[in-house]
């Protein structure tokens, strides 16, 4: 069974810094392109960042110059550092990873989540 578990959240003030994690477990083969999405209360799902197996990346324009993704094959595990964080930041950060159970076989797999919170 594989799982995503995002850590990392918190309450913090605007112009402040976090640091998410996206942890995948489980039995799989290989673990493809991996992104973080946000949702604000009342809001649609958003993405935020993608990057792929070869660590290139994607970013919203919301975002970009304050961001950074990246992750670390060996501990099946991605980042986003979030820097000069605005109130408008606040959501719920999700992160998505596509996974090959085998060779031939993937799927897309969802975290549960993890609140942000910024405050002015």
């Known amino acids: 069974q594989v799982q995503l578990v995002e850590s990392g959240g918190g309450l913090v003030q605007a112009g402040g810094s976090l640091r998410l994690s996206c942890a995948a477990s489980?039995?799989?083969?290989?673990?493809?392109?991996m992104g973080w999405y946000r949702q604000a209360p009342g809001k649609r799902r958003d993405l935020v960042a993608t990057?792929?197996?070869?660590?290139?990346?994607n970013y919203s324009d919301s975002v970009k110059g304050r961001f950074t993704v990246t992750r670390d094959g060996a501990k099946n595990t991605m980042y986003l550092q979030m820097n000069s964080l605005k109130p408008e930041d606040t959501a719920v950060y999700y992160c998505?990873?596509?996974?090959?159970?085998?060779?031939?076989?993937?799927?897309?797999?969802w975290g549960k989540g993890t609140l942000v919170t910024v405050v002015s």
């Open positions: 990057i792929t197996r070869d660590s290139s990346t």
């Open positions: 489980g039995d799989f083969f290989s673990i493809n392109a």
């Open positions: 998505n990873a596509a996974i090959s159970i085998h060779p031939g076989y993937g799927m897309d797999y």
